[in-house]
């Protein structure tokens, strides 16, 4: 199995993977991505041949300093700067209109790329050791759910990848927030890592993306994060017939109150992601809950829906598009 720790040598041996042309899976704060040279687009086709990724679907490209977005955009506009400044490294993306520079087919052939510095010290050393661009989509088969371990990443692409550095579990768990700049009203394509209130907080109003608006955004194609077993969001455990409970497992993304508690009797296995008020917790373990009750054998997953604010927001996206599959 071609997974190793991320040592000094291991980051140098994916670098000069990255820079030969080749791809190579690695850890960022919000999910394992699959990368190669931005600028090299024999490079970025083995990424959608090996997830097998429909090239209508454009890729992040990942930097590891704000001094490398002048060369792959043409323009910054105040809000977008604002928010590089204040949220990068970390899991924000900002689609903004493209230079030559990023290979045509890493953006799908929009003339806009979406770019992001990812909160990851081996991301970073990575990137930096390349001396280039990494464009890098979540390191998963298309249509799976993205992988918060090395070992997600190997179990859905195994012998497909020449290296796997492993960085141990990603912190923030889900998806960066995107959010493009391309009209005049910035706009939400995707909620993520980091929520709209901290985003709204510092450039005012954004206003969020209809289903199917923007660009084609397949990573927001309705049953991307589908698992096997057939998830379905509720409001409350009693929309659970006691004869489904059996063979059911109930996902809990943070505890129920005490007299609904007593209503969630007689469930299979109940998995618990996180302790009250603690969204960024369950976040962080949502991918990883999804891949392991997947493997559990029940014949149905429901989840209970929480408020959709803050981190709420991009968990319940996350749920529903589980459930769309
Ligand atoms: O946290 C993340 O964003 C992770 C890590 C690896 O950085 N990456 C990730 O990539 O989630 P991926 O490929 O699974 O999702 C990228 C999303 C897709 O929905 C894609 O359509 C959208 O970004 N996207 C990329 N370029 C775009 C563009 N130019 N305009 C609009 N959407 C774009
Ligand atoms: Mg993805």
Same mark, same amino acid.
């Given at each position: 199995?071609?997974?190793?720790? &991320?040592?000094?040598?291991? %980051?140098?041996?994916? &670098?000069?993977?990255?820079?030969?042309?080749?791809?190579?899976?690695?850890?960022?704060?919000?999910?394992?991505?699959?990368?190669?040279?931005?600028?090299?687009?024999?490079? %970025?086709?083995?990424?959608?041949?090996?997830?097998?990724?429909?090239?209508?679907?454009?890729?992040?490209?990942?930097?590891?300093?704000?001094?490398? #977005?002048?060369?792959?955009?043409?323009?910054?506009?105040?809000? *977008?700067?604002?928010?590089?400044?204040?949220?990068?490294?970390?899991?924000?993306? $900002?689609? #903004?209109? +493209?230079?030559?520079?990023?290979?045509?087919?890493?953006? *799908?052939?929009?003339?806009?790329?979406?770019?992001?510095?990812?909160?990851?010290?081996? *991301?970073?050393?990575?990137? +930096?050791?390349?001396?280039?661009?990494?464009?890098?989509?979540?390191?998963?088969?298309? !249509?799976?759910?993205?992988?918060?371990?090395?070992?997600?990443?190997?179990?859905?692409?195994?012998?497909?990848?020449?290296?796997?550095?492993?960085?141990?579990?990603?912190?923030?768990?889900?998806?960066?927030?995107?959010?493009?700049?391309?009209?005049?009203?910035?706009?939400?394509?995707?909620? !993520?890592?980091?929520? #709209?209130?901290?985003?709204?907080?510092? $450039?005012?109003?954004?206003?969020?993306?209809?289903?199917?608006?923007?660009?084609?955004?397949?990573?927001? !194609?309705?049953?991307?994060?589908?698992?096997?077993?057939?998830?379905?969001?509720?409001?409350?455990?009693?929309?659970?017939?006691?004869?489904?409970?059996?063979? /059911? &497992?109930? #996902?809990?993304?943070?505890?129920?109150?005490?007299?609904?508690?007593?209503?969630?009797?007689?469930?299979?296995? $109940?998995?618990?992601?996180?302790?009250?008020?603690?969204?960024?917790?369950?976040?962080?373990?949502?991918? *990883?809950?999804?891949?392991?009750?997947?493997?559990?054998?029940?014949?149905? $997953?429901? &989840?209970?829906?929480?408020?959709?604010?803050?981190?709420?927001? /991009?968990?319940?996206?996350?749920?529903?598009?589980?459930?769309?599959?």
């Amino acid at each position: 199995m071609p997974v190793v720790t &991320a040592t000094e040598e291991n %980051i140098d041996r994916a &670098a000069e993977l990255i820079r030969s042309g080749r791809i190579v899976a690695f850890p960022t704060e919000t999910v394992y991505g699959l990368g190669a040279d931005a600028t090299d687009g024999d490079a %970025i086709a083995h990424i959608f041949a090996v997830k097998e990724r429909p090239s209508f679907d454009p890729l992040i490209v990942h930097i590891c300093a704000r001094e490398m #977005l002048p060369s792959l955009v043409t323009t910054i506009p105040e809000p *977008a700067a604002i928010l590089a400044r204040r949220f990068w490294p970390g899991p924000l993306t $900002i689609v #903004l209109p +493209k230079t030559p520079i990023v290979a045509d087919i890493a953006t *799908a052939g929009l003339l806009t790329v979406a770019v992001r510095m990812p909160d990851h010290p081996v *991301a970073l050393e990575l990137i +930096k050791r390349a001396e280039r661009p990494i464009a890098a989509p979540s390191a998963n088969l298309f !249509g799976h759910i993205s992988p918060t371990t090395a070992r997600h990443v190997v179990d859905q692409l195994g012998d497909r990848v020449p290296l796997v550095l492993d960085g141990g579990p990603c912190r923030v768990g889900l998806e960066s927030t995107i959010i493009s700049f391309i009209d005049r009203e910035p706009l939400l394509l995707r909620p !993520g890592g980091l929520s #709209l209130e901290q985003i709204e907080a510092l $450039i005012g109003p954004v206003r969020q993306a209809a289903s199917g608006e923007g660009p084609l955004a397949p990573g927001r !194609g309705s049953s991307h994060y589908a698992p096997r077993t057939a998830l379905t969001v509720i409001e409350d455990p009693n929309e659970v017939s006691q004869e489904e409970r059996s063979c /059911a &497992a109930l #996902l809990l993304v943070q505890p129920l109150s005490e007299e609904q508690m007593e209503t969630a009797a007689g469930f299979a296995h $109940i998995e618990l992601l996180a302790e009250a008020d603690r969204l960024e917790h369950a976040a962080a373990a949502l991918f *990883a809950a999804r891949h392991h009750l997947d493997r559990g054998r029940f014949q149905h $997953i429901y &989840a209970v829906s929480i408020p959709e604010t803050g981190l709420g927001r /991009a968990i319940m996206d996350r749920l529903r598009r589980a459930q769309n599959g």
